[in-house]
């Protein structure tokens, strides 16, 4: 088997179009989910390693690393995908709702690259070229977010990360953040809130899932870039 690439959160959306992507190049992939959506079932018959993880305390996660190491010695990649997009609105207790974000967003990715790296470096080690660690963080890790302050929070720790564990792992392992806007709604977004949203950048569309692959494909196809942040967000910084 190939060395897998890791998509963490990768049972919906981004993170399981990032799977079927890689698995239709032959590339092979290990993915977490944590509810079994149908499609993980699907991704499994498709020959991805389908691993359960709940990163939502630190039992979760060593258990996941643990579990991680019995399927594999090597890793080209590890995509940072997880997350929950969690408001103040939302959550009374904000305390909780703090410490909810930065676990899924910061602790979770530098947990497993600290404990991961040796996988990363097994690639390297037999290819000569740079494995990669990439973060998905967010356009508001730049603003700030007055609805979403936890999250913004602890996408921008995120964000630092990259640049801390880019030098720390260089240049055996490449690490960079994409930082995406809108790409794909949710169900229940209404038309309202969709119509507002799409205002917000410049090219006032809804990207879709393809956008980020692309991004993603670059940075795996560089032996340069490393420590950098990707924006993918149709020109919002310019709105
Ligand atoms: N969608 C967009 O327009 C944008 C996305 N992004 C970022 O891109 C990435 C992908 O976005 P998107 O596909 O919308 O993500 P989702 O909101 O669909 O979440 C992805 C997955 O993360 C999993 N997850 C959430 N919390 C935990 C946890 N505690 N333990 C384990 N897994 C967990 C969810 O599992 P479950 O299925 O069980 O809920 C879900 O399947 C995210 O990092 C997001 O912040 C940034 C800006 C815009
Ligand atoms: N985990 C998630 N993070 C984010 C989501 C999402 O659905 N899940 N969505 C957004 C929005 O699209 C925002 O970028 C535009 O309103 C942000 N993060």
Same mark, same amino acid.
């Given at each position: 088997?190939?060395?897998?690439? *890791? ?10 179009? /990032?799977?079927?992507?890689? &698995? ?25 390693? !389908? ?5 939502? +305390?630190?039992? #979760? ?16 990649? $590890? ?6 997009? @969690? !408001?103040?609105?939302? +959550? ?11 676990? $899924? ?8 690259? &600290?404990? !991961?790296?040796?996988? *990363? /470096?097994? =690639? ?13 963080? @967010? =356009? ?31 240049? +055996?392992?490449?690490? +960079? ?12 977004? @209404?038309?309202? =809130? ?9 090219? #006032?569309?809804?990207? #879709? ?17 490393? #420590? ?12």
């Amino acid at each position: 088997m190939t060395s897998p690439i *890791l998509i963490t959160g990768a049972g919906q959306r981004i993170g399981l179009a /990032l799977a079927k992507h890689y &698995l239709a190049q032959g590339q092979s992939v290990i993915i977490t989910y944590r509810t079994r959506h149908q499609a993980v079932d699907l991704l499994e018959q498709q020959g991805a390693v !389908c691993i359960f993880a709940d990163f939502s +305390n630190d039992t #979760g996660i060593s258990t996941f690393i643990n579990t991680l190491n019995t399927h594999t010695s090597s890793l080209r990649a $590890i995509i940072h995908n997880a997350s929950s997009w @969690d !408001c103040e609105a939302n +959550n009374p207790d904000f305390a909780v709702l703090f410490d909810s974000m930065m676990r $899924i967003h910061a602790k979770t990715p530098y947990l497993i690259n &600290l404990l !991961c790296a040796d996988l *990363l /470096l097994n =690639y390297q080690a037999s290819h000569n070229v740079p494995a990669d660690i990439i973060h998905l963080t @967010d =356009y508001v890790v730049e603003t700030g977010s007055p609805k979403h302050l936890a999250y913004a929070a602890s996408k921008a720790a995120l964000d630092n990360l990259t640049k801390s564990f880019s030098a720390k792992y260089a240049p +055996n392992i490449k690490v +960079n953040s994409v930082a995406p806007s809108l790409i794909i709604f949710n169900e229940h977004d @209404d038309e309202a =809130y969709r119509a507002k949203t799409l205002k917000k950048s410049l090219m #006032g569309i809804e990207p #879709g899932c393809q956008e980020i692959i692309n991004s993603i494909d670059l940075l795996l196809q560089s032996h340069y870039i490393t #420590g950098r942040a990707l924006p993918v967000d149709g020109g919002r910084h310019l709105k």
